[in-house]
């Protein structure tokens, strides 16, 4: 290992669970806490739902869709913050969030070839940044079974359809939440049924319900359980938020942690 890192042992944090429960950002800030390196694994299977719209590859072809996403050589600049995510040479991050992406990526994503083929890049990625927080459905599951600090994020989908909710509102579109929580509930039984690396909270994992809790609140609590883990970062105090709630199976009572497994 080199530059930042160098001397340090490998800590590979995996944080999954649903959409809405604030995983991204709760990642990439445990990650600037940590001084660890940030993956967003969604972003990945993203990017090739891009490139194979954009190169009009049908999706029902497993084969072309695998194909494209070697093809493509997708990479992460871990020099620019965020990283930037590169396919055939030019950035593709500024495309991910698009509506046409967004409503194939879930398709993408339950193709089996493709989820291996992303999963062994994912180990790649780890190898050689092993210093690394990494967001996603199966990290804790498949990706990286034998991480040293494991979590799923997890909130009641009234609570997540909210926030969804929230954003839409702040960019100016018109929602209608209970339509939002039906479309939670049937996502989350389509991925937590998918026979390739389904949604699930992996064994040993910590199931932090965010419910009730704001960002802040639950990067304090994943940066203290890291912190106290002893798992190759300094124990320091973790985290600037006091006693902050108990929700779901997490007690957070300052000045320590005390976290049920579940
Ligand atoms: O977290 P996100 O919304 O960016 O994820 C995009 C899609 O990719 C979503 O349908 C879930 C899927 N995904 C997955 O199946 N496995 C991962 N490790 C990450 C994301």
């Known amino acids: 290992m080199t530059g930042r890192h160098a001397g340090k042992p490998r800590l590979i944090v995996t944080i999954d669970g649903p959409a809405g429960t604030g995983k991204s950002s709760v990642a990439s800030q445990l990650a600037k806490r940590l001084d660890l390196d940030f993956l967003d694994t969604g972003a990945m299977y993203r990017a090739v739902a891009a490139v194979a719209i954009d190169r009009e590859i049908d999706w029902q072809d497993h084969n072309s869709v695998v194909d494209v996403a070697v093809d493509s050589d997708m990479h992460f600049d871990f020099s620019t913050d965020p990283p930037e995510l ?48 990494t967001e996603g459905r199966d990290q804790g599951s498949v990706a990286f079974p034998d991480a040293e600090a494991k979590f799923y994020l997890d909130a009641t989908p009234a609570v997540r359809a909210r926030r969804r909710a929230d954003q839409l509102r702040a960019a100016g579109r018109s929602v209608d939440e209970a339509v939002l929580c039906r479309e939670i509930i049937e996502r989350d039984r389509s991925d937590s049924t998918r026979a390739d690396g389904p949604l699930m909270c992996a064994d040993n994992a910590r199931r932090i319900d965010t419910s009730s809790l704001s960002l802040e609140q639950v990067v304090d609590v994943l ?33 320590g942690v005390r976290a049920d497994r579940s």
């Open 86 to 133: 590169i396919a055939y040479g030019a950035p593709v991050t500024r495309r991910l969030r698009d509506a046409d992406v967004t409503g194939l990526v879930s398709s993408i994503a339950g193709i089996p070839g493709l989820r291996r083929y992303l999963v062994r890049q994912q180990r790649m990625i780890a190898a050689s940044h092993p210093r690394l927080v």
């Open 223 to 255: 940066e203290k359980l890291v912190r106290l883990s002893g798992a190759g970062v300094d124990p320091g105090t973790g985290g600037t938020g006091e006693a902050v709630a108990e929700s779901g199976s997490v007690r957070f009572v300052s000045p």
